[in-house]
């Protein structure tokens, strides 16, 4: 059975920062593209960071270019979201997900075919 756990929301000040790991287990997602969304309430979910099958392209949402870093570890089968300078806007559910179709980058939500559970993040003013 193919999982991904999302960890390290939480609930944190302005200007702060937080490191959310995506696990994956099941199957190796180390030629996939994987990627991080968020909804907020009341909005649609929106692609927030995105990676290829080895790192070497990501893809940043305007909102957070400049603040936030997506990466991977093919060995640990591990995605990760570093996000700094936090803002209130930034609350939101956070969810992994994984494509099994693409090895490139991948936006949309259509194109990936497993998703975590999600982690809350809230940010304070």
């Known amino acids: 059975q193919v999982q991904l756990v999302e960890s390290g929301g939480g609930l944190v000040q302005a200007g702060g920062s937080l490191r959310l790991s995506c696990a994956a287990s099941?199957?190796?997602?180390?030629?996939?593209?994987m990627g991080w969304f968020r909804q907020a309430p009341g909005k649609e979910r929106e692609s927030v960071a995105a990676?290829?099958?080895?790192?070497?392209?990501?893809y940043y949402a305007d909102s957070v270019k400049g603040r936030f870093t997506i990466s991977r570890d093919n060995a640990k089968n591990t995605v990760y979201l570093q996000m700094n300078s936090l803002k209130p806007e930034d609350t939101a559910v956070y969810y992994c997900?994984?494509?099994?179709?693409?090895?490139?980058?991948?936006?949309?939500?259509?194109?990936?075919?497993?998703w975590g559970q999600g982690t809350q993040v809230t940010v304070s003013s």
């Open positions: 099941g199957r190796t997602f180390s030629n996939n593209a």
């Open positions: 997900a994984a494509s099994t179709r693409y090895r490139s980058l991948s936006t949309r939500a259509s194109e990936y075919d497993y």
């Open positions: 990676i290829g099958w080895n790192g070497g392209r990501t």
